[in-house]
């Protein structure tokens, strides 16, 4: 019997770029996870699945990845990661955090 | 340092432009991802989970200061600022794109910089000591040596597709600080009893998920058959490693399988056959590499200012106490700059603070810096008059902390924040650590000790070899994090022994401040290391401050 069904996000990386992108309605690829289509059915997942592995000039590594619906949050440690950036990034020897994505989370938070 | 010959730039500027045209074809739809992954990774090019992330070989852990400039200069046109110098002498940039690869080698491979055998099934970069031609202890400077080798097995026809990757490194000093019994093939330069110069050779040393210490398979091997040895080693692995199991397919389970003697005859048997091809092969060469690793033209200076300064500036004097070596010349030093300041991802550093540290080596280090294994910046031939001065300019950049090889000195591993291997942080983890430390105000205190955490079993950060080491792992999908106690990477190599069950990730930073706390009230006086007071007591009473809550005279050891 197969293993239940979560709902989940198409997610790869763009192939020339490599940067983290989720499928959004329309098949268009996005990189924030908050546009991405949530996919509760298992036979559409698996369909789009398939499509996009077809999309090897766009992207690379399809998968999917389940989240919490109502927060749109992967329930994987890995694919929260993903999502958000690395929660470590450095900083300037001034003290700001050197990109605008960073975000500095400690260990006691996750 | 080595120059690369018009041979050497060649070979480079013709793998860049093949790569070039490899990346071109995937991207065109020519080379699928299947066929295109191997040839990536032959070039150091890794898909991680954000983006690319390129891996630079530093051989011999030397960089100059042009080459620190250009990394710097990849770091800012080509990646966001910052790159991370990593256990093997490497140093990677995590947020490459595919496109940009062929632009970026061709730029390094002007200064001599590349990324060849930086991953894949390959003999990786080779290491050494990153104190090399500057330590007081060592019997040569092991770089040429180690040149030797990078050159001989560089697109070495029998070896590109080995059964998995396979790492050398090369040592002269007792201490042992490029960690030779942790490789595949750990080379000890030895001298014999007519004054010859030779390499004691190890087998079968590495981490991961089956950590060995490498054994002894020749006490001595003239320089002269260093090469035929090395082949001779390499072909019996290419025969014996498990192809079928890439988790046994390192040399160490062939050693362990096998037996060290039995691996032993089959090298010399095959050492015999291509003996007379290989004998001498190399001496030339490495006569030739010996001439660019010669002493700097070290100067006289007074070293009045240098005493004035330790005797009236307490932070100048502790910086200098513990991060100034002793050099093999008295009025110089080998200066260590840790990329450890409390809070900081180990390893990383801003595009800017590589550009002052290349600055500072062109002024203070005859131009020359070094990649240590712990993931700090090495300048080796400071002249100690030169070292206020030195410490004023790190200090206005956040890089004069007195730290190293005390306990915010964490060595870590990218971890899951980078890393498509990961299964639990480590950055974090170390940050915390550090921040906790340095409240505490007790690091000086502690004195000299290894923290090291990798982020999953392939142990990149070289956990088992920590004082205290720290294993990231995932359990029903909550980061876990395990304890080694007792591990060494300095001469004798040893292997720390896990304490007992994991901590969660909001318990391992108490955990740690536990094992300090109880180190401080358990050593017999301020003299005794965390290491010797472990090694005298046995780890039982460390095991009691780890875990506080389980029952007396039963404290777990591998439940859970």
């Not at chain 2, 150091?44 to 983006?51: P, T, V």
């Not at chain 2, 632009?103 to 991953?119: K, M, R």
């Amino acid at each position: 019997m197969s293993r239940k069904f979560h709902p989940s996000v198409l997610t790869a990386n763009d192939l020339p770029g490599g940067a983290v992108v989720y499928l959004a309605p329309g098949r268009q690829w996005v990189h924030d996870i908050a546009l991405a289509e949530i996919l509760a059915d298992r036979n559409r997942a698996e369909a789009l699945l398939a499509w996009a592995e077809t999309r090897t000039l766009e992207i690379i590594g399809a998968c999917l990845a389940p989240i919490d619906p109502a927060s749109h949050r992967p329930l994987a440690n890995r694919e929260r990661i993903r999502a958000a950036g690395p929660f470590s990034l450095p900083r300037t020897h001034a003290g700001t955090p050197n990109r605008k994505e960073s975000r500095h989370v400690s260990a006691r938070h996750l | 340092m080595y120059q690369p010959d018009t041979f050497d730039r060649a070979f480079l500027q013709a793998r860049t432009a093949q790569f070039r045209s490899q990346v071109a074809q995937r991207l065109s739809g020519a080379l699928s991802e299947e066929e295109f992954r191997p040839l990536r990774l032959m070039n150091g090019l890794y898909l991680q989970l954000h983006a690319y992330m390129l891996r630079v070989a530093i051989p011999h852990g030397t960089l100059s200061s042009a080459q620190m400039q250009a990394l710097a200069e990849v770091a800012d046109r080509w990646d966001r600022g910052h790159a991370h110098f990593t256990t093997r002498q490497n140093i990677q940039f995590n947020w490459i794109a595919l496109k940009d690869a062929p632009d970026i080698l061709e730029y390094l491979a002007d200064t001599g910089l590349h990324a060849v055998q930086t991953s894949g099934n390959t003999i990786r970069n080779v290491t050494t000591d990153p104190f090399a031609g500057a330590a007081p202890d060592e019997i040569a400077d092991p770089r040429p040596v180690a040149e030797l080798v990078r050159l001989w097995s560089t697109d070495h026809p029998e070896f590109q597709y080995l059964p998995r990757k396979f790492k050398i490194a090369v040592s002269a000093s007792p201490d042992d600080h490029a960690i030779t019994r942790a490789h595949d093939i750990g080379l000890r330069l030895r001298r014999n009893e007519n004054g010859g110069t030779g390499v004691e050779i190890s087998v079968g040393g590495g981490l991961g998920r089956t950590p060995m210490l490498g054994q002894v398979l020749m006490p001595f091997v003239p320089l002269a058959d260093l090469l035929g040895m090395l082949e001779a080693i390499l072909h019996v692995y290419n025969r014996l490693g498990r192809r079928d199991n890439r988790y046994k397919a390192r040399l160490k389970i062939a050693v362990s399988t096998f037996g060290i003697d039995r691996i032993r005859t089959m090298v010399v048997e095959r050492f015999e056959r291509i003996r007379r091809h290989h004998h001498g092969a190399g001496l030339k060469v490495l006569a030739r590499i010996e001439h660019f690793f010669r002493s700097p033209p070290f100067a006289r200076k007074p070293l009045d200012g240098y005493a004035a300064a330790l005797a009236a500036d307490p932070a100048f004097a502790r910086w200098a106490a513990t991060n100034a070596a002793a050099h093999k010349r008295a009025d110089h030093a080998i200066v260590t700059i840790p990329l450890k300041a409390p809070g900081a991802a180990p390893g990383d550093a801003s595009a800017g603070q590589m550009r002052l540290l290349a600055t500072l080596a062109a002024r203070y280090s005859h131009g020359e810096l070094r990649v240590t294994q712990a993931q700090n910046i090495v300048l080796p031939h400071v002249h100690r008059a030169d070292l206020p001065a030195l410490h004023r300019a790190l200090d206005g950049a956040g890089l004069a902390t007195a730290n190293a090889g005390l306990a915010t000195d964490i060595t870590a591993c990218p971890g899951l924040d980078y890393c498509a291997l990961a299964t639990a942080r480590s950055i974090p983890v170390a940050q915390e650590i550090a921040r906790r430390i340095e409240a505490l105000k007790i690091e000086h205190e502690i004195g000299p000790i290894e923290i090291r955490i990798s982020g999953c079993i392939n142990a990149c950060a070289h956990h088992h070899l920590g004082t205290i080491g720290i294993l990231g792992l995932e359990r029903a999908g909550a980061e876990t994090y395990q304890i080694t106690l007792g591990g060494q990477a300095r001469a004798p190599a040893r292997l720390g022994e896990r304490a007992g069950p994991g901590f969660a990730a909001n318990e391992i930073v108490p955990a740690v401040e536990r094992l300090l706390k109880g180190y401080l009230a358990l050593r017999k006086s301020p003299e005794e290391s965390f290491a010797a007071c472990l090694h005298r007591l046995g780890p039982r009473p460390f095991r009691a401050r780890l875990y506080p809550d389980a029952p007396k005279g039963k404290h777990p050891r591998h439940a859970a």
